[in-house]
């Protein structure tokens, strides 16, 4: 079975940084098939990427992704307020552990 | 825009069994693969599993003997049930559409939370 590892588990970052988040695969995988969810306290999680790179439907684009193969990255260019949030990565059926981003 | 609600008991007793439905609005729930997602307390996402409007589904092995999603096409909905309760089911349920083949979830119900204790 697939494993989803996310690192760090938690970042803490001020408005204006650059957030870099990891999700590493088990086992290679195609680059179609691995996407990036935000969710903040209290709501559903936000598909914020798909395909490894596409961003969804509204997303700013100051949410960047990319990576293949067993490794993938997820870029917030520059952290707005409202960026801080736990993100996700999922595969299929499998979600990694998550990334907290908080204000440092 | 296709809108996600899911509906059932806030409070279900140890070992019974859990039942929610997701009405899907907005759209047809011909396509994509509809989904069930747990969040338990302070913890990451856990996926439940599918089903196609064909009713075809496919569950997480974790929970496959426990499990069944089916779908009414007539009335726009899917449901989950989830049998043999233990306070370890304890979660917000979310219910999400999910593009098949990718399988990534572009719509996701508000959540409905699940407490199970007696």
């Known amino acids: 079975e697939i494993v989803l590892t996310q690192s760090p588990g938690t970042l803490s970052l001020s408005p204006g940084e650059r957030a870099t988040l990891s999700c590493r695969v088990s086992?290679?995988?195609?680059?179609?098939?691995l996407h990036w969810y935000q969710q903040k306290s209290g709501q559903a999680p936000r598909l914020l990427i798909f395909?490894?790179?596409t961003r969804a439907t509204g997303i700013p684009d100051r949410f960047s992704g990319s990576g293949s193969g067993t490794d993938f990255t997820l870029t917030i260019s520059r952290l707005e307020p409202e960026d801080f949030a736990m993100y996700y990565c999922?595969?299929?059926?499998?979600f990694g552990q998550g990334t907290k981003v908080e204000r440092k | 825009q296709v809108q996600l609600q899911e509906s059932g008991p806030g409070l279900v007793k140890p070992s019974e069994t859990l039942s929610l439905t997701c009405t899907v609005s907005?759209?047809?729930?011909?396509?994509?693969?509809w989904t069930w997602i747990r969040q338990s307390p302070g913890k990451g996402l856990e996926w439940i599993g599918y089903?196609?409007?064909?009713?075809?589904?496919f569950y997480n092995s974790s929970l496959k003997s426990r499990v069944t999603i089916s779908v009414d096409t007539s009335k726009n909905q899917f449901s989950l049930k989830l049998t043999s309760l233990t306070a370890a089911d304890t979660a917000v349920y979310y219910c999400?559409?999910?593009?098949?083949?990718?399988?990534?979830?572009?719509?996701w119900g508000q959540g409905t939370t699940v407490t199970v204790s007696s």
């Open positions: 395909g490894a790179s």
């Open positions: 907005g759209g047809s729930i011909s396509s994509y693969y």
């Open positions: 999400a559409r999910a593009y098949m083949h990718y399988h990534y979830m572009d719509v």
């Open positions: 999922q595969q299929y059926g499998v």
């Open positions: 089903v196609y409007y064909t009713g075809r589904s």
């Open positions: 086992q290679s995988i195609t680059s179609d098939y």
